[in-house]
T-cell receptor, first 112, second 114 residues
Framework: DVKVTQSSRYLVKRTGEKVFLECVQDMDHENMFWYRQDPGLGLRLIYFSYDVKMKEKGDIPEGYSVSREKKERFSLILESASTNQTSMYLC???????????FGDGTRLSIL | AQTVTQSQPEMSVQEAETVTLSCTYD???????LFWYKQPPSRQMILVIRQEAYKQQNATENRFSVNFQKAAKSFSLKISDSQLGDTAMYFCAFMKHNNNDMRFGAGTRLTVKP
C-alpha cells in the first residue's frame, strides 16, 4: 500500500513566521500535490510537482511556495504566515496521468 | 475550467438502508475520469470508486456503485446496505484525460445512524 506521511497532524504558528509542511511518499510516485481543505470549499490545489525540482501552480498559490529536491519529498512553505492561512493541508501523490491520488492524514495548521 | 458541484452539504441515512450522493460537473472535454473519495473522521482520504468517461458501464465496488450520465454530466454515488463505518465526508473529483491534477467538489457529509 502507498504510504503518504505528513510530518505533523497539528501545528500552531504565529503570524509572520515562516512555516514548513513536509510530506514524504514511499511508492516512487512522480506526482505530488498540496491542497488546502476548508469547509464548504472542498479541496483546492495549491501547487503540484510532476518531477524532482519541477513545480506547477494550482488554483491558489499566493502566499505559498514549494520545494521538491528529492522524488519522495514535497515541502510546502508559507513564507510569512497569515491568519487566513489557517486551514487543513493535505498532501497527495500519484503515478503519472489518469491515476488516482493517494493522500496523507493531513496537517491542521492554526496561525495565531 | 472544470467545476464540480455537490449540492448536498449534509445527508443522513439509517443503517442498512441505501443512500445516493449527487455530483454534477461542467466540462467541454469528451474523455476524462471521475472519482469518489471518502474522508472518515480520522481524516485520511481514500479512493472509493473510479469511472472512465469512455466506458458506458457504471463502475461498482462491493456496496458502492455509481450512476454515470455523461450527457447530463452527472456522477452520483449509491451506497447500499449502509454501515456505521460509512460515516464520512464524500468528495467527487474530476480529472481530464492525460492529465495529472484533479478538481474536487465541496463535499457531502454523510452520517449513518444506528
Amino acid at each position: 500500500d502507498v504510504k503518504v506521511t505528513q510530518s505533523s497532524r497539528y501545528l500552531v504558528k504565529r503570524t509572520g513566521e515562516k512555516v514548513f509542511l513536509e510530506c514524504v511518499q514511499d511508492m516512487d510516485h512522480e506526482n505530488m500535490f498540496w491542497y488546502r481543505q476548508d469547509p464548504g470549499l472542498g479541496l483546492r490545489l495549491i501547487y503540484f510537482s510532476y518531477d524532482v525540482k519541477m513545480k506547477e501552480k494550482g488554483d491558489i498559490p499566493e502566499g505559498y511556495s514549494v520545494s521538491r529536491e528529492k522524488k519522495e519529498r514535497f515541502s510546502l512553505i508559507l513564507e510569512s504566515a497569515s491568519t487566513n492561512q489557517t486551514s487543513m493541508y493535505l498532501c497527495a501523490s500519484s503515478l503519472p496521468k489518469n491515476q488516482p491520488q493517494h493522500f496523507g492524514d493531513g496537517t491542521r495548521l492554526s496561525i495565531l | 475550467a472544470q467545476t464540480v458541484t455537490q449540492s448536498q452539504p449534509e445527508m443522513s441515512v439509517q443503517e442498512a438502508e441505501t443512500v445516493t450522493l449527487s455530483c454534477t460537473y461542467d466540462t467541454s472535454e469528451s474523455n476524462y475520469y471521475l472519482f469518489w473519495y471518502k474522508q472518515p473522521p480520522s481524516r485520511q482520504m481514500i479512493l472509493v470508486i473510479r469511472q472512465e468517461a469512455y466506458k458506458q458501464q457504471n463502475a461498482t465496488e462491493n456496496r458502492f456503485s455509481v450512476n454515470f450520465q455523461k450527457a447530463a454530466k452527472s456522477f452520483s454515488l449509491k451506497i447500499s446496505d449502509s454501515q456505521l463505518g460509512d460515516t464520512a465526508m464524500y468528495f467527487c473529483a474530476f480529472m481530464k484525460h492525460n492529465n495529472n491534477d484533479m478538481r474536487f467538489g465541496a463535499g457531502t457529509r454523510l452520517t449513518v445512524k444506528p
